[in-house]
């Protein structure tokens, strides 16, 4: 009988990977999605438009089993990042016809983007003590239970 990983699933033991891990902890591991959001703020203007600072970056697992930090986005970042930092997602809109005059008169929805923070004008609503702040920081990470079950989960700073 050999020392093969082969072997010893065979023999009921657990069969080890290269990277020394079962295929059930590996399964963990890929289950493990991390955002950084180092900064993220969302102001609107007079006109209606909005000033937006993102800057974030994602982190996840490759193939060999080592941990990577990538540029990344809470705007364009996944569904799960807005319902982790008690955001919202909201659609992004494209006009697709247009009148005479030059005013759209059909929009269609293109994509979604997480929001954070309030609507009005200059990151408040409503009156002053029920404002809710504009500014994001904080570490957001997505997993799997031991159940297989997805969590996600957020800590500001």
């Not at 930092?85 to 005479?100: A, N, Y």
Request: hydrophobic content about 25%.
């Amino acid at each position: 009988m050999g020392g093969g990983s082969g072997g010893a699933a065979i023999a009921g033991l657990a069969s080890f990977g290269p990277d020394g891990l079962t295929p059930e902890v590996r399964q963990y591991r890929y289950g493990i999605e991390l955002y950084h959001i180092k900064y993220y703020s969302r102001t609107r203007n007079q006109d209606g438009s909005y000033n937006v600072q993102d800057i974030a970056e994602s982190g996840a697992y490759d193939s060999e089993g080592d941990f990577y930090w990538s540029r990344a986005s809470f705007g364009h970042g996944p569904a799960w990042l807005a319902g982790a930092v008690g955001g919202r997602r909201e659609p992004v809109e494209k006009c697709v016809s247009t009148s005479s005059d030059g005013t759209c008169r059909r929009y269609e929805t293109v994509g979604y983007t997480n929001v954070y923070g309030s609507t009005g004008i200059g990151g408040f609503t409503g009156a002053p003590t029920s404002w809710t702040p504009n500014r994001l920081r904080g570490v957001a990470i997505r997993y799997l239970d031991y159940q297989g079950n997805e969590r996600a989960e957020f800590v500001s700073y």
